[in-house]
């Protein structure tokens, strides 16, 4: 047997190929390796959430004054959505769920939100971990799979990962 000895090139080569392995690995740790998808077959937030079967209607009435009611029912919603609407999420608890389409974790959590009711008096709103890096900059995010329940002032009032369904992230908030 032989010994080979890497130059420095081929050893920063290494390291960074396990420095990016141990980074998508920390999503869930799942044992499958873990790629990007490519950019053809990748589907955008707003697309898959704009399938009525996937996500179903839950917007407010507006009140006697015309203005939304507060949101009793819970409700799984794109940042995008949320942003054009924010009044309508007034009473309820905002948590921002920074998902990465290639993490097992938060597909799993995804499935869970649009397969299930979200519980009354929360609203989970879906922001895309790649693309949002304003949001990732301004509350810390540093991992995939993070959830930030978030005041009516857009500030952060408590942060958590690993949550994997809507009764479970409900009971994370305070």
Same mark, same amino acid.
């Given at each position: 047997m032989t010994?080979?000895?890497?130059?420095?090139?081929?050893?920063t080569?290494?390291?960074?190929?396990?420095g990016i392995a141990l980074t998508l690995s920390?999503?869930?740790?799942?044992?499958? =390796?873990l790629a990007a998808p490519a950019a053809s077959t990748a589907m955008s937030d707003k697309t898959a959430m704009s399938d009525k079967t996937a996500m179903p209607d839950k917007t407010a009435m507006p009140d006697k004054t015309g203005?939304?009611?507060?949101?009793a029912k819970g409700a799984y919603?794109?940042?995008a959505d949320y942003q054009s609407s924010m009044a309508m999420y007034q009473g309820s608890k905002?948590?921002?769920?920074?998902?990465?389409?290639?993490? =097992?974790?938060?597909?799993?959590?995804?499935t869970a939100l649009t397969g299930s009711a979200v519980p009354d008096g929360l609203t989970v709103v879906k922001v895309d971990y790649d693309t949002?890096?304003?949001?990732?900059?301004?509350?810390?995010?540093t991992?995939?799979?993070?959830?930030v329940q978030v005041d009516p002032a857009g500030m952060s009032v408590k942060k958590w990962t690993g949550t994997k369904d809507g009764a479970a992230i409900k009971a994370q908030t305070t």
């Open positions: 010994s080979r000895t890497l130059s420095r090139p081929q050893f080569a290494a390291a960074l190929a396990l920390a999503c869930g740790g799942s044992a499958t =390796p203005a939304p009611a507060a949101m919603v794109t940042y905002v948590v921002l769920f920074f998902h990465a389409s290639w993490c =097992p974790d938060c597909r799993a959590t995804d949002a890096t304003e949001l990732k900059q301004k509350y810390g995010i991992q995939q799979h993070t959830f």
